[in-house]
Structures are given as structure tokens and as C-alpha cells.
Nanobody, 124 residues
Framework: QVQLVESGGGLVQAGGSLRLSCAAS????????LGWYRRAPGKQRELVAT????????SYADSVKGRFTISRDNTKNTVYLQMNSLKPEDTAVYYC?????????????????WGQGTQVIVSS
């Protein structure tokens, strides 16, 4: 299987910055995309940003464009989310998602894995 572990959440004042990290591990053959999602209290989980590992193409939710930047380190199977100019409405649990192919000991299989989430709280 493939495990994703997030880190970097915390409490920050409005206007501040945080950097989230997500490291993927396991019998990974290839990662196609890594992304960040978030779930605010009382709301559904929403896409924040995604990155295509080969090529580096990115996409962002309109609400974070210009403030958040997603990047990756292919040598470490790690994705980052640099969050600047944070707003109270960015408060949420942030989840990392990865899609790709792994080896289960016998066959190559596709994975679509989630991390456990990291809390981000932005105070006004």
C-alpha cells in the first residue's frame, strides 16, 4: 500500500503564512498526481490544488489562486503547499491525496490514497 503523511499545520494569524508537506511512501512505482484538499467545519471537502508529477502542471481552486502555491520534490515523493495571505476562511483540515501505481508484491496496481489530515486554523 501507499501511505501519505502530512505535516506543517497549525495556528496562524490572518495575513500569515504556513507551509504544508506531504510525503508518500510504500512500494510506489509511479505517482501521477499529488494534491491538497480541505474540509472546513460544516462543509464538504473541496479541492485546493493539484500537481501533475511528470511535467509539473498545476491547478488551483479560485479561492486560493494567487495566495497558495503547490510544488513537489520528485526525489522525495513529497508535495508542498505554501499558503500565504491566509484568511480565517482558510481554516480547515487539509488532506493530501496521491494517485499512481504501486507494487503489491505480485502485481502493479493503481492507488488513490489519502493522508490523515493536518489542521490549519487562521485567527482573525
Amino acid at each position: 500500500q501507499v501511505q501519505l503523511v502530512e505535516s506543517g499545520g497549525g495556528l496562524v494569524q490572518a495575513g500569515g503564512s504556513l507551509r504544508l508537506s506531504c510525503a508518500a511512501s510504500g512500494s510506489i512505482i509511479n505517482i501521477n498526481t499529488l494534491g491538497w484538499y480541505r474540509r472546513a467545519p460544516g462543509k464538504q471537502r473541496e479541492l485546493v490544488a493539484t500537481i501533475i508529477i511528470s511535467g509539473g502542471g498545476t491547478s488551483y481552486a479560485d479561492s486560493v489562486k494567487g495566495r497558495f502555491t503547490i510544488s513537489r520534490d520528485n526525489t522525495k515523493n513529497t508535495v508542498y503547499l505554501q499558503m500565504n495571505s491566509l484568511k480565517p476562511e482558510d481554516t480547515a483540515v487539509y488532506y493530501c491525496n496521491g494517485k499512481g501505481i504501486y507494487y503489491d508484491g505480485s502485481y502493479s496496481r493503481m492507488f488513490d490514497s489519502w493522508g490523515q489530515g493536518t489542521q490549519v486554523i487562521v485567527s482573525s
